[in-house]
């Protein structure tokens, strides 16, 4: 039978089995289970042919217990209230696993922003903050880039809400340009953070990082920047990276330097000199100390896990392991360092551009990433400790952590 992927499916039996670990009351895990509120919404947009084109949008505040709801905007064509739900429910995870003082949101526009102008993508972000600003704002729900969306998206909708509201607001939104209040250091912080994690898994299973192979499934911001951090700060040899349009390998390393000069030339990593060419499929199950899933979701699935080589697979990507997977792998004893933990860097520098706003005064990049180091070991040891002392896996684990915190923020509330 095929494996059920529908997204929030995935993620309500994710916190089902973290339930039942857990013995959470019926009554708290009935409403965890839940988004607390969602907006669906129109977006009329003035398209430059004269004609009204009329968009549908979504905000999801799943949960906000534990600080103002924070999750980005997706711009995309096969968007869903159901991909909204999920990645809400599992920004609620992960802000809790970073143990930074905030909720959990996510938003999206059904839209294909490839077949935009630059004015028509302006006057629809500008619509999705105008339909959604009353409910948002820096003490309640606070967006950011997502999927098809970036620091410039971010720059229109942040003045759209300062129009409305009047005044200076940085803080109602994150991945801002840094002119306007973004913090130094966001642009690595999710494939720094997630090495950090590595770090400290190698540590845990003996494994010597310098000199240990790697291979990453992406090379986006995420999987390209894990490249460059892996070799420059950890010294680890990258020996694959693939994208889209397909992979390389090369058994004595992969410079980044060069790959960088391969997609500055080139815009995708096939055709790289000095390297075999590799399909992703074959890279996934290469026999390396570290892979990395830095591209989309559903990767590692029932059909391959059994040949999953990899010692250590960090998930800097959102969803790459399917729940069948996961079982497969965590019998074959490989280190998964989940999703929500290994990819929460990017949020919780997030989290330091909100702080930095509140009180308009500016770190420099070296001490964003000091403390981003400081939280992201802080929290791969409170899920390590705990999948030692209850006896279950990381992603278990990892939710343990997370649905304990917003669980007691939820009862000393006295909501449940
Ligand atoms: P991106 O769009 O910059 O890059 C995605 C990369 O994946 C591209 O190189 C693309 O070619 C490649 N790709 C797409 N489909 C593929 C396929 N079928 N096989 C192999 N490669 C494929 O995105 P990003 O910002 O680097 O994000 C990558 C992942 O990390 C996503 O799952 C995202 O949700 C997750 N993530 C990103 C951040 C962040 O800060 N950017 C934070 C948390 C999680």
Redesign the pocket.
């Known amino acids: 039978m095929s494996e059920n992927l529908n997204p929030f499916t995935i993620a309500q039996a994710q916190l089902d089995e973290a339930a039942a670990v857990l013995q959470l009351d019926p009554d708290m895990h009935a409403f965890l289970r839940e988004p607390m509120r969602e907006y669906h919404f129109t977006i009329p947009v003035k398209m430059d042919d004269g004609h009204t084109r009329t968009f549908r949008g979504f905000r999801v505040q799943y949960n906000d217990a534990c600080g103002p709801a924070k999750g980005?905007v997706r711009f995309h064509p096969d968007e869903t209230i159901d991909t909204v739900r999920a990645l809400a429910a599992w920004m609620t995870w992960k802000t809790a696993v970073a143990d930074v003082p905030l909720g959990g949101g996510k938003g999206g526009v059904i839209c294909n922003p490839r077949e935009l102008s630059q004015g028509e993508l302006e006057r629809l972000s500008r619509g999705y903050m105008r339909v959604i600003a009353r409910n948002i704002g820096p003490t309640r729900d606070v967006p950011a880039?997502?999927?098809?969306t970036n620091p410039q998206i971010m720059a229109w909708m942040l003045d759209e809400y300062e129009t409305i509201v009047g005044r200076h607001e940085p803080g109602v939104i994150t991945g801002k340009p840094l002119i306007l209040g973004g913090s130094a250091g966001?642009s690595p912080?999710?494939?720094l953070g997630g090495l950090f994690t590595v770090r400290e898994a190698a540590k845990l299973l003996g494994i010597e990082l310098r000199g240990a192979t790697c291979a990453i499934?992406?090379?986006?911001?995420?999987?390209?920047f894990a490249h460059k951090l892996a070799e420059e700060m950890f010294g680890v040899k990258v020996v694959a990276v693939?994208?889209?349009?397909g992979?390389v390998y090369n058994a004595d390393g992969l410079s980044a330097a060069a790959m960088f000069d391969q997609m500055r030339r080139a815009g995708?990593?096939p055709g790289f000199a000095d390297a075999e060419p590799i399909s992703?499929s074959d890279l996934l199950e290469l026999p390396v100390d570290v892979l990395i899933?830095?591209?989309?979701?559903h990767?590692l699935t029932g059909q391959n896990a059994a040949n999953i080589k990899a010692r250590i697979v960090a998930e800097?990507?959102?969803?790459?392991t399917t729940p069948e997977a996961d079982a497969i792998m965590y019998d074959k004893g490989i280190y998964i360092i989940p999703?929500f933990l290994c990819?929460?860097?990017?949020?919780t520098v997030s989290y330091f551009e909100m702080v930095q706003n509140s009180y308009q005064f500016y770190w420099d990049e070296t001490m964003v990433h000091k403390r981003l180091d400081e939280k992201m070991t802080i929290a791969f040891h409170a899920v390590a400790r705990m999948a030692e002392s209850k006896g279950v896996n990381t992603r278990v684990a990892a939710y343990l952590v997370a649905v304990n915190r917003v669980a007691e923020a939820v009862r000393m509330r006295g909501w449940v």
Do not use: H, K
Request: glycine share 20%; charged share 15%.
């Open positions: 980005g880039p997502d999927v098809n966001r912080a999710t494939a499934q992406g090379y986006g911001n995420v999987g390209s693939s994208d889209e349009f992979g995708r990593v992703n899933p830095a591209a989309i979701e990767q800097l990507a959102n969803g790459p999703d990819n929460s860097g990017g949020v």
